[in-house]
C-alpha cells in the first residue's frame, strides 16, 4: 500500500510545496505532478527541491478525459509585465472544448489572449485506475482552469473508492452560465461527500 498525491496542475509547485506540510508528504510517498504549459515545464526540473525525498514523477500534459493531444492557451498579460514568461496564465482553449473549459460546450471564457500550444492530454480517470492498486490512498488537489468539471463528471460516474481526500480549484465564474455551473459543482460535492471522501476547496 502506497500514499499517493496527485498534483494537478502543479505549475511551479507551489502547491506541492503547501501539501508537503499539509499531508505530511514524506519519503513513504509517491507524487505525481501535472502540468501543461511548456514554458513552464522548461525549468521545472531546475525547481525540484533537493530536500524533497519522495518519489516524485513530472507528467509535462494536461489532465482530461481522454489521451491524446489538446490545444493549450497561455496568456501572456499580466506575467509579461512582471517578466515571467515561463509563468503564463493558461487554460485549455476553444479547440478542445468546444465552450473553453468544457468539451460539453458550456460557455465560453472572458479570459486574455495568448500564445496557443499542441501538447500531450491523459485520461485522468483512466489513469488512476489502471496506475494504482485498490489498497493505495490516492490524494488529489486539482487546479485545472475549468477542465475540472468534465473530469468530475467521468470521475462520479465511476468513482475510484481509493481517493481519500479531493481538493478543488473552481472555475466557475468564467462560464457566461456561472450559475449553472455552480449547479454542477454542488452536485458533485453531494455525490463525492456522500462517498466518505473529504472533498475540500481549494485556494
Avoid at 139 to 149: A, N, P, Q, R
Wanted: net charge negative; aromatic share 14%; with cysteine.
Amino acid at each position: 500500500m502506497s500514499k499517493v498525491f496527485l498534483d494537478c496542475g502543479t505549475h511551479q509547485f507551489q502547491g506541492l510545496k503547501e501539501f508537503i506540510n499539509i499531508l505530511g508528504i514524506d519519503k513513504d510517498w509517491k507524487v505525481h505532478s501535472f502540468e501543461a504549459n511548456p514554458l513552464t515545464n522548461a525549468g521545472n526540473l531546475d525547481r525540484i527541491d533537493k530536500s524533497w525525498e519522495f518519489d516524485l514523477t513530472l507528467h509535462e500534459c494536461a489532465v482530461g478525459t481522454h489521451d491524446g493531444t489538446v490545444k493549450f492557451m497561455g496568456e501572456h498579460n499580466n506575467y509579461q509585465a512582471r517578466g515571467e514568461p515561463d509563468s503564463m496564465g493558461s487554460r485549455i482553449s476553444d479547440n478542445w472544448h468546444p465552450g473553453i473549459f468544457s468539451e460539453t460546450g458550456e460557455g465560453k471564457h472572458d479570459g486574455h489572449t495568448g500564445v496557443e500550444f499542441e501538447v500531450d492530454a491523459i485520461d485522468f480517470p483512466k489513469f488512476i485506475r489502471e496506475t494504482f492498486s485498490k489498497d493505495d490512498e490516492i490524494y488529489i488537489k486539482m487546479d485545472v482552469e475549468g477542465s475540472e468539471f468534465d473530469i468530475l463528471e467521468e470521475l462520479v460516474k465511476d468513482f475510484p473508492p481509493n481517493i481519500k481526500v479531493f481538493y478543488v480549484e473552481w472555475h466557475e465564474r468564467f462560464f457566461p452560465n456561472a450559475p449553472y455551473m455552480h449547479h454542477k459543482r454542488k452536485r458533485y460535492t453531494k455525490i463525492i461527500t456522500e462517498l466518505g471522501v473529504e472533498f475540500k476547496d481549494w485556494v
